[in-house]
């Protein structure tokens, strides 16, 4: 089959497209063999192209939006992955700004209890303890009157859970950058994460246009073009 072929795809990847609503239904031979037009090939290019920056399943539901001729909701699927994007970039930023206002741990013990801690960061000691059910923060505890022992390590995550936390980021959110500061004995040594994490979301935003401009050609192709804008 040319258009398995041409995309380096088996025969059955195409049936299971053209079955899922990713391909129009193919037109059959008097002896029953599919064929399949310039058209089906428009439609499998724009969702190969939109798989990369949407992921599979998102692809899928634009392509299939498409075929039901409900292009609305399908420009809606795209404005949603483009509103993930910039939420992740500002995740991103939220994370490097709290990167950047955490020092060094000091050195000696400098250990403080909840009450403190929880007047230094301006938060109360019940949302310091609601952190540590959540598996964020792991206080000693003091052998001998079982208060919660905070030291230097301990203030830092502390100070960078409550500035993600002020950036909006959901505690769910904030335990994979903890056990990155910490497998990494810092903060400094992330810089390379974030580094990699500023290439995946251009490598997303860059494959999304990819994607955007391959639809819009499917569009044409079924015919299916923007209306002009109203004269002023």
């Known amino acids: 089959m040319d258009l398995a072929r041409e995309h380096g795809l088996s025969t059955q990847a195409i049936r299971n497209y053209e079955a899922a609503g ?9 002896h029953g063999h599919r064929t399949y037009t310039p058209l089906h090939a428009d439609a499998l290019h724009a969702f190969l192209a939109l798989v990369p920056g949407h ?30 994007l910039l939420e992740d970039r500002r995740t991103l930023a939220a994370v490097e700004a709290a990167l950047a206002g955490l020092g060094p741990v000091p050195q000696g013990r400098g250990d403080t209890f909840v009450g403190p801690l929880a007047s230094r960061l301006g938060l109360r000691p019940a949302t310091l303890r609601k952190w540590e059910r959540a598996g964020l923060l792991r206080p000693e505890r003091d052998r001998r009157t079982g208060y919660r022992v905070y030291h230097p390590a301990d203030v830092r995550d502390a100070q960078l859970v409550h500035q993600l936390r002020r950036g909006g980021y959901l505690l769910r959110q904030i335990a ?20 990699d994490w500023h290439l995946r979301l251009t490598a ?11 639809l819009d050609a499917y569009l044409d192709r079924r015919g299916d073009r923007a209306p002009a804008p109203p004269r002023r």
């Not at 299939?64 to 795209?78: K, Y």
């Not at 994979?176 to 580094?195: C, F, I, N, T």
């Not at 997303?204 to 391959?214: N, Q």
């Open 55 to 84: 992921g599979h399943q998102r692809a899928a539901d634009l392509l299939r939006a498409v075929h039901r001729d409900a292009t609305g909701e399908a420009l809606r699927l795209l404005d949603e992955s483009h509103a993930q």
């Open 204 to 214: 997303r935003g860059r494959s999304m246009l990819g994607g955007a401009a391959a």
């Open 22 to 30: 990713i391909l129009p239904p193919a037109d059959r031979t008097e």
């Open 176 to 195: 994979p950058v903890l056990d990155q500061v910490r497998s990494a004995g810092g903060v400094a040594p992330l810089e390379s994460v974030l580094r």
